[in-house]
């Protein structure tokens, strides 16, 4: 459950409060909060390492709407980029950095925590 909101993340470890602190800054989970954002990957779990990047799964039902959301907001932002897959799931993923972060988003028509991303980690 704490997964659910980014607070325990300030708590962490010195990578897991640099997550905090470039998502607060960028106030992506508040821009992105129609999408139900969920962080994945192996930050939350304090066992990244140094190439590890923020993967943040959203419930995404309107990909166009969602490409257009993200990039009214973070289409500035170094090595922005937009894709799609259409099996197995239609997928949407964004990719882009900001400070010394690589945030890759994946947007799929399925709520967060059913999602592979999620669910690899979630045990």
Known sequence: ?????????????????????????????????????????????????????LDICCEVYEPLSFVQTVSSRYSYLPEFYVDSNPTPHLSTIIR?????????????????TQQQAYRQYDG
């Open 1 to 53: 459950m704490k997964f659910n909101y980014l607070s325990y993340l300030k708590e962490g470890n010195a990578r897991q409060q640099s997550a905090y602190q470039a998502l607060r800054s960028l106030g992506l989970f508040d821009h992105l909060s129609e999408y139900r954002p969920l962080l994945a990957g192996t930050i939350p779990l304090g066992i990244d390492v140094v190439s590890s990047d």
């Open 96 to 112: 882009f950095s900001y400070q010394k972060w690589s945030i890759e988003l994946f947007g799929q028509p399925l709520s967060a």
